[in-house]
């Protein structure tokens, strides 16, 4: 069963505007969530985290948010700039360093 | 951060044989983790590598099949024994920064069995 989920395979968003990509996770005891992204042919890069005990992180044009009682987060980049074009993997780890990806969200920015 | 790099980037293998995946990095680390993501599917933690001990392998991975080494603090392999088709899958090393449970990736490893 997957513990971290990102329900959407993929996103096109317009050049300036917003976008919002979403994950969902199911085990409460997880103490960071973390979003990476992945250009072709390049391992994942660290993009931003957030702690479980907070509801908000912001890093630039990029911010997530995170509902725990909805076991939802979600990052906002805006605005959208050609080279956000990635996939984009949510990720949450717990005490023992773990950390569990979910399938990634392939975005598109378009001009 | 840390920079990884990973040898070979790419391989088309027969069915059969085994490959040995290299991962070095440039700053001393504890632990090193390899992760396989077959096609369309996450990322998935395959081992941890901890110099001078062990590897530990995750539910569905045996030691048998991915033979880990860690000779140093540096550098660590990953050998996939006896592949099939279904081995094809991009294979990542990772080490962590010791932030927030945020890890480091290399750039991968595209293994193709035919």
């Known amino acids: 069963d997957q513990q971290v989920k990102q329900n959407s395979p993929s996103l096109s968003v317009q050049e300036g505007r917003i976008s919002i990509l979403n994950c969902d996770y199911t085990?409460?005891?997880?103490?960071?969530f973390l979003w990476y992204k992945k250009y072709p042919a390049e391992g994942p890069t660290f993009l931003i985290s957030?702690?479980?005990?907070?509801d908000k992180n912001e890093d630039g044009r990029f911010t997530v948010f995170l509902n725990k009682s909805a076991k939802h987060l979600s990052l906002h980049i805006v605005p959208s700039q050609p080279g956000d074009s990635a996939v984009y993997f949510c990720?949450?780890?717990?005490?023992?360093?773990?950390?569990?990806f979910g399938k990634g969200t392939r975005l598109h920015i378009l001009p | 951060s840390a920079v990884i790099s990973q040898k070979p980037s790419r391989d088309i293998c027969q069915r059969g044989t085994s490959l040995t995946i290299q991962c070095q990095v440039d700053s001393q680390v504890t632990m090193m983790f390899w992760y396989r993501q077959q096609p369309g599917q996450s990322l998935t933690l395959i081992a941890t590598a901890n110099q001078g001990s062990e590897a530990t392998y995750e539910s569905g991975f045996v030691i048998d099949k991915f033979p880990i080494s860690r000779p140093n603090l540096t550098f660590s392999t990953l050998t996939v024994s006896n592949m099939s088709p279904e081995d094809s899958s991009i294979y990542l090393c990772s080490v962590g920064s010791g932030v927030a449970n945020e890890q480091f990736f290399g750039p991968g490893t595209r293994l193709t069995v035919l």
């Open positions: 085990n409460s005891m997880f103490d960071y």
């Open positions: 990720a949450a780890s717990g005490r023992d360093d773990k950390i569990i």
């Open positions: 957030i702690s479980s005990i907070k």
